[in-house]
């Protein structure tokens, strides 16, 4: 069965974005890069809600055929390009997407149907509010959450509406030259 992975940048006090979206705070470099890119090197599926995949579908279809694209531009692009993405949506049509499977209703049966398909693990990159959904329905089988050394005071939580409580097991830690420190749980199954 394949793993539902979700990646989430968060500040020290629990915020993944502020008030109005902002995610400049958050700190990304070489050596995170690389070291997430050992992650989507063993997934074959992305999983975002509409308003991260509409941000994701702007910018990394051609990001790595840009004259000034990094490293991890051109990396990303391909996995990018590459993957099937699904995306939970009310509102999205399929329709001349390409390799692309839009979730609008059974949620559960949709996603646990998928996770027994043959291949890699599914990542969820953002997409807080899809998170939550796939949340409290005990659908994430794995987190991986980088905290950056900074306090917003307010914003968008990195988790609400927690229905229940989910326990976690610590897997491993990891500290960043920046600061940042990437935490990776397991949910505990009863």
């Not at 609400?160 to 500290?175: A, D």
């Amino acid at each position: 069965m394949r793993n539902l992975i979700f990646f989430m940048h968060t500040s020290l006090d629990g915020f993944v974005a502020g008030l109005n979206r902002e995610m400049d705070w958050i700190h990304v470099d070489e050596e995170m890069f690389d070291f997430v890119g050992t992650m989507t090197d063993k997934a074959d599926t992305a999983l975002y809600g509409r308003v991260t995949y509409e941000m994701m579908q702007s910018y990394w279809p051609t990001a790595g055929e840009q004259p000034d694209a990094s490293k991890h531009d051109k990396e990303h692009s391909a996995w990018y390009n590459k993957v099937s993405k699904i995306v939970l949506s009310k509102t999205m049509s399929e329709k001349g997407l390409d390799n692309t499977t839009v979730i609008s209703d059974q949620l559960t049966d949709n996603i646990n149907k998928i996770k027994k398909q043959d291949g890699k693990n599914i990542l969820i990159f953002g997409s807080p509010g899809a998170s939550h959904s796939l949340l409290s329905l005990g659908l994430i089988d794995e987190f991986w959450l980088f905290v950056n050394p900074v306090l917003l005071g307010k914003g968008i939580p990195l988790f609400k509406n927690v229905m229940e409580t989910t326990k976690l097991k610590l897997i491993e830690t990891k500290t960043f030259s920046s600061g940042v420190i990437a935490l990776h749980y397991e949910t505990k199954r009863n």
